[in-house]
């Protein structure tokens, strides 16, 4: 069974940086994709990175350039760097795990919350 689980989440100022990360345990297949996915209060949950198996990654234009998702093979974990950080990054932040095979699988973390605010 596919576990996964975030961290990382917490209270920082506008401007400043926060690292979420995103371990999963239990074993993936080759073909996969990890995602950051956040849902701001009273808003519906929505994309804002991911990575595939092969290193490829694809960022929400809101996100592009101050949020970077990264990789350690070696510690299953997706990691979700944030700079410069704004009022509106305000989420619960998700990880997603969609495991390409026969069946497709997908996997949700219960979530980190960040909050940015002075």
């Known amino acids: 069974q596919v576990q996964v689980v975030e961290s990382g989440g917490g209270t920082v100022q506008p401007g400043e940086s926060r690292r979420l990360s995103c371990v999963v345990s239990?074993?993936?297949?080759?073909?996969?994709?990890m995602g950051w996915y956040r849902q701001p209060p009273g808003a519906q949950r929505g994309f804002v990175a991911a990575?595939?198996?092969?290193?490829?990654?694809n960022y929400a234009r809101a996100v592009e350039g101050r949020f970077t998702i990264s990789r350690d093979s070696a510690k299953n974990t997706v990691y979700l760097q944030m700079n410069a950080l704004k009022p509106e990054d305000t989420a619960v932040y998700y990880c997603?795990?969609?495991?390409?095979?026969?069946?497709?699988?997908?996997?949700w973390g219960r979530g980190t919350l960040v909050t940015v605010s002075s």
């Open positions: 997603k795990i969609d495991d390409y095979g026969t069946p497709d699988r997908t996997f």
């Open positions: 990575i595939t198996n092969v290193g490829q990654t």
């Open positions: 239990g074993g993936l297949r080759e073909l996969w994709v």
